[in-house]
C-alpha cells in the first residue's frame, strides 16, 4: 500500500522558515516525480512545486518563485521543501504529492499524503 508521510510543518512568525519533509512507501519511487501542493481554509487546493525523479527539473507556483525550494533526498523516495520568507499567505494544509512525471504532478498526481499543516502569523 502507498503511503506518503509528511512532516516538518508548524507555526512561524512572518519571514520566517520552515522545512517540510515527505517520505514516500510501498514501492519504489525512484522513477516518479514528486511535488508539493497547499489547501488554504476556504480555497481549493493549489499546486506549489514538483521535482523530477532524478532531480534535475523543477517547477513552481508563481506565488512562491524566488522564495520555496523543493529537493530529493538521495533515497529518491523523499521530497522536502524548504520555505523561505513565509507570509501570512502562505498558511494552508501542505499535501505531498506523487506522479510519473512533473507535469503528472501538477495536472492530477497519482498519490496525496495526508497533509500538514503550516500557519503563519502576521
Known amino acids: 500500500q502507498v503511503q506518503l508521510v509528511e512532516s516538518g510543518g508548524g507555526l512561524v512568525q512572518a519571514g520566517g522558515s520552515l522545512r517540510l519533509s515527505c517520505t514516500a512507501s510501498g514501492r519504489a519511487f525512484s522513477s516518479d516525480a514528486m511535488g508539493w501542493f497547499r489547501q488554504a481554509p476556504g480555497k481549493e487546493r493549489e499546486f506549489v512545486a514538483a521535482?523530477?525523479?532524478?532531480?534535475?527539473?523543477?517547477n513552481y507556483a508563481d506565488s512562491v518563485k524566488g522564495r520555496f525550494t523543493i529537493s530529493r533526498g538521495n533515497a529518491k523516495n523523499t521530497v522536502y521543501l524548504q520555505m523561505n520568507s513565509l507570509k501570512p499567505e502562505d498558511t494552508a494544509v501542505y499535501y505531498c504529492a506523487v506522479g510519473t512525471y512533473i507535469r503528472t504532478v501538477v495536472a492530477g498526481p497519482d498519490y496525496w499524503g495526508q497533509g500538514t499543516q503550516v500557519t503563519v502569523s502576521s
Open positions: 521535482i523530477s525523479w532524478a532531480g534535475g527539473n523543477t
